[in-house]
């Protein structure tokens, strides 16, 4: 039997204590509700571990990493209160191998910056009044696996292009909104021997992950994610010329 996937589900912690419309929606946190939804959709196939920005170190230590397969990570309010040196050991943990999911606001933490190399900007609103349509276009890939197509969800915040993302390696989703926008919304990445998906629904106001398809996205991304193996930073090797090969 294959050892279980270490999960590492990192959340900000920080609506679910300050707004009482989130404490309604999220009364356990974020993080715990992403972490049982993993626990429910794959049981034995995942070892899941909560983290949140208030713990020391961020709550992710160098031997927190170490023990991480793949890593998911939401924020919004608080992306400049995760450490400088945090951030940068996680992006060398991806570049090693560890998986990496960013989940909505996401894409403007420390660490996807860093990633991508680019500002991450884009086009949002949030009114309560915008339905998001979730677009397979990868039908093939492993994270689209079961996922409705579309997949609605009833409410949601917009974002719009222009995303400021380099070409995705693959595209998996796409959304459009209410208000006739677009958005890259699945968008994969190889970055040294890690993997990065980015997944776009979740803002904090909405119920999105209690939703079944989006529930059945994180898993997925959490299998595809999973390094296939050993970690180690990719390094520089000095070849000598072989001597079969004649110039």
């Not at 996922?147 to 595209?171: K, N």
Request: hydrophobic fraction near 35%.
């Amino acid at each position: 039997m294959p050892e279980p996937i270490r999960v590492t589900v990192w959340g900000e912690n920080v609506h679910e204590h300050r707004d009482q419309s989130v404490k309604e929606i999220y009364p356990e946190t974020m993080h715990e509700t992403i972490a049982a939804g993993l626990r429910a959709s794959l049981g034995t196939q995942v070892e899941v571990r909560t983290a949140w920005l208030q713990q020391p170190e961020n709550g992710l230590t160098e031997e927190v990493l170490a023990n991480t397969d793949v890593l998911t990570w939401w924020g919004h309010a608080a992306h400049g209160d995760v450490a400088d040196e945090v951030a940068e050991r996680v992006q060398r943990a991806v570049q090693s191998g560890m998986g990496l999911l960013a989940l909505h606001s996401a894409h403007f933490s420390k660490v996807f910056i860093k990633l991508m190399g680019t500002t991450c900007s884009l086009d949002w609103r949030s009114d309560g009044t915008d339905r998001e349509l979730v677009w397979t276009v990868s039908p093939g890939h492993p994270i689209a696996a079961g996922v409705p197509h579309p997949l609605l969800l009833e409410r949601e915040e917009m974002y719009g292009e222009l995303f400021d993302i380099p070409q995705p390696d693959e595209l998996v989703f796409i959304s459009s909104f209410s208000g006739g926008e677009v958005f890259r919304s699945g968008c994969a990445y190889r970055r040294g021997r890690g993997r990065v998906f980015y997944f776009r629904p979740g803002d904090q106001e909405y119920p999105t992950y209690h939703h079944d398809g989006v529930k059945q996205i994180i898993a997925n991304a959490v299998k595809w994610l999973a390094p296939d193996s050993p970690r180690a930073l990719p390094e520089v090797h000095h070849r000598a010329e072989r001597e079969w090969f004649t110039p």
